[in-house]
C-alpha cells in the first residue's frame, strides 16, 4: 500500500487566496483525520471523520476552514480566505477503526500564506 | 479537555547513554501511541501500548503504560545517533477516538 498520499506537498500563495489541500486515506481505512502543526501549537486536531462522516470539528480554528470527505478515498481541507496565521504543516491520518489502532500520516502540506 | 504533558520538551543526550522520556495525561485512558519524527517529515508509528501494564521493545526503545498513574514513559537504552528526532506520545480518551498529542520531546544523540 502506497500509504496516506497528501498534495501538494508544499503550497505557497498569497494572503486572501483560497487553499485546497487533498488526501487520499489507505485503502480499507474508515477514519480520517486532519492535524495541524506548528512550532508553537504542536499537533492540533482540526477534523474528524469516521465513515466519510464528519464527527467532530471543533478543532476547525473559523468559518474560513472547511473539510469534506466525498467518499472513502478522498478528503479535502479548504481555506478561503487564506491569512499569514494558517501557515502550518498539515497532516492527515488514517486508521482502521474507530479506536484503538495506530493512525498512519500522510507526508503533510507545507502551507505558506504570504 | 484531555492535556497531554510530555517531559522533558528537550533532551541532549551522548551516544551510550540511558535516558527515559515521561509522558503524562489528564483523562482515564487506556490507549497510547508513540510516534517518532524526523525533521521535515512525517510522523512514524512506534509503539501501540492499549492495556494498563502494557510493554512493547523495539532496538533500542521500550515503552510502557500505567494507565493508574496516568503516565508512560518512553526508555532509550544506550542511544546511538540515528535515535536522534522527536518523539510524540499520542492519548486517546476512552470517551473518545482522536489522538491527542503532546508537544514532543526533540532528542538530539551526540559522539
Known amino acids: 500500500d502506497a500509504g496516506v498520499i497528501q498534495s501538494p506537498r508544499h503550497e505557497v500563495t498569497e494572503m486572501g487566496q483560497e487553499v485546497t489541500l487533498r488526501c487520499k486515506p489507505i485503502?480499507?481505512?474508515?477514519?480520517l483525520f486532519w492535524y495541524r502543526q506548528t512550532m508553537m501549537r504542536g499537533l492540533e486536531l482540526l477534523i474528524y471523520f469516521n465513515n466519510n462522516v464528519p464527527i467532530d470539528d471543533s478543532g476547525m480554528p473559523e468559518d474560513r476552514f472547511s473539510a469534506k470527505m466525498p467518499n472513502a478515498s478522498f478528503s479535502t481541507l479548504k481555506i478561503q480566505p487564506s491569512e499569514p496565521r494558517d501557515s502550518a504543516v498539515y497532516f492527515c491520518?488514517?486508521?482502521?477503526?474507530?479506536?484503538?489502532?495506530?493512525?498512519?500520516f500522510g507526508q503533510g502540506t507545507r502551507l505558506t500564506v504570504v | 479537555e484531555l492535556k497531554v504533558e510530555q517531559n522533558p520538551l528537550f533532551l541532549s543526550m551522548q551516544e551510550g547513554k540511558n535516558y527515559t522520556i515521561y509522558c503524562n495525561y489528564s483523562?482515564?485512558?487506556?490507549?497510547l501511541y508513540w510516534y517518532r519524527q524526523d525533521p521535515g517529515k512525517s510522523l512514524e508509528s512506534l509503539f501501540v501500548l492499549l492495556s494498563n501494564g502494557a510493554v512493547k521493545q523495539e532496538g533500542r526503545l521500550m515503552a510502557s503504560l500505567d494507565t493508574k498513574a496516568r503516565l508512560s514513559t518512553l526508555h532509550i537504552t544506550a542511544a546511538v545517533h540515528d535515535l536522534s528526532a522527536t518523539y510524540f506520545c499520542?492519548?486517546?480518551?476512552?470517551?473518545?477516538?482522536?489522538?491527542?498529542f503532546g508537544k514532543g520531546t526533540s532528542l538530539l544523540v551526540t559522539p
Open positions: 491520518a488514517s486508521r482502521e477503526g474507530t479506536a484503538y489502532t495506530e493512525a498512519f
Open positions: 499520542a492519548v486517546e480518551a476512552n470517551s473518545g477516538y482522536a489522538l491527542n
Open positions: 483523562t482515564t485512558s487506556d490507549r
Open positions: 485503502s480499507g481505512h474508515n477514519s
